[in-house]
C-alpha cells in the first residue's frame, strides 16, 4: 500500500532548465528524506528533514534545495540541471531517528 | 568511501535454492541494520531488520546471519522463488537521521 507519494512519474528537461519534486507522507512520520538512485542502483542519501528543520545535508551541488512546508511534505528543487543530474530521485520518512525508511516510487529524471 | 559493501553484485539461482546474499560494513557505531528489497519501477521497501545486539533473525524464509566482530552479515532466502528476483540493498544506521545503503545485490530466480 502507497503511503509515500511522489510527483511526477518522469521528467525530461534540458541542460540548464529548472525542475521541481514533490513529495507527500500519509503515514504520520516526522522525518523525510531525498536519495538519489544513479543508473547503477547506487542509493546516495542527499537531505533529511525532522519537523520541517534541515538534520542531514550531504555534499551536493548548491543547485539542489529541499523545500518543507510541513511534516507531510518534501519537495527538492533543482535550480538548473545538468547531465550528471539524471537519476532516479526517491523520497523517503520515517519515524523521528529511527532508520526504518518507506520509500515512494521515485521519480526518474533525464536531462538531455 | 563506500562504507557498506555488498557481495555478489548479481546473482543466479535456480528456484528452491537458498540465496545467500553478503555485506559488510566499516563504522562500528552502526547498530542497525535493515535490508531492502527493490523491484523496478519501484522504490526501496524494508523486508527484514537486525540490530547489533542480536546474531540472527528470521522472518519466514528470510534470515539475517550478524557477526558483530567481523562487521558482516549475510541474508539467506531458503526456497528461493521466482518473485523473490529483485535487487536487495544492505543498509546501516546509527540511530540518527542517516542511513547508508550498500550497491545492492540483483538476484535472479529462474524456475
Known amino acids: 500500500e502507497t503511503a509515500v507519494f511522489q510527483t511526477p512519474n518522469y521528467h525530461v528537461t534540458q541542460v540548464g532548465n529548472e525542475v521541481s519534486f514533490n513529495c507527500k507522507q500519509t503515514l504520520g512520520h516526522d522525518t523525510m528524506y531525498w536519495y538519489k538512485q544513479d543508473s547503477k542502483k547506487l542509493l546516495k542519501i542527499m537531505f533529511s528533514y525532522n519537523n520541517k528543520q534541515l538534520i542531514v545535508n550531504e555534499t551536493v551541488p548548491r543547485r539542489f534545495s529541499p523545500q518543507s512546508s510541513d511534516k507531510a511534505h518534501l519537495n527538492l528543487r533543482i535550480k538548473s540541471v545538468e547531465p550528471e543530474d539524471s537519476a532516479v530521485y526517491l523520497c523517503?520518512?520515517?519515524?523521528?531517528?529511527?532508520?526504518?525508511?518507506?520509500f515512494g516510487a521515485g521519480t526518474r529524471l533525464s536531462v538531455l | 568511501q563506500q562504507q557498506v559493501r555488498q557481495s555478489p553484485q548479481s546473482l543466479t539461482v535456480w528456484e528452491g535454492e537458498t540465496a545467500i546474499l553478503n555485506c559488510s560494513y566499516e563504522d562500528s557505531t552502526f547498530n542497525y541494520f535493515p535490508w531492502y528489497q527493490q523491484f523496478p519501477g519501484e522504490g526501496p521497501a524494508l523486508l527484514i531488520s537486525i540490530r547489533s545486539v542480536s546474531d540472527k533473525k528470521e522472518d519466514g524464509r528470510f534470515t539475517i546471519f550478524f557477526n558483530k566482530r567481523e562487521k558482516k552479515l549475510s541474508l539467506h532466502i531458503t526456497d528461493s522463488q521466482p518473485g523473490d528476483s529483485a535487487t536487495y540493498f544492505c543498509a546501516a544506521g546509527t540511530g540518527g537521521y542517516k542511513v547508508v545503503f550498500g550497491s545492492g545485490t540483483r538476484l535472479l530466480v529462474s524456475p
Open positions: 523517503a520518512s520515517g519515524r523521528g531517528s529511527q532508520n526504518t525508511l518507506y
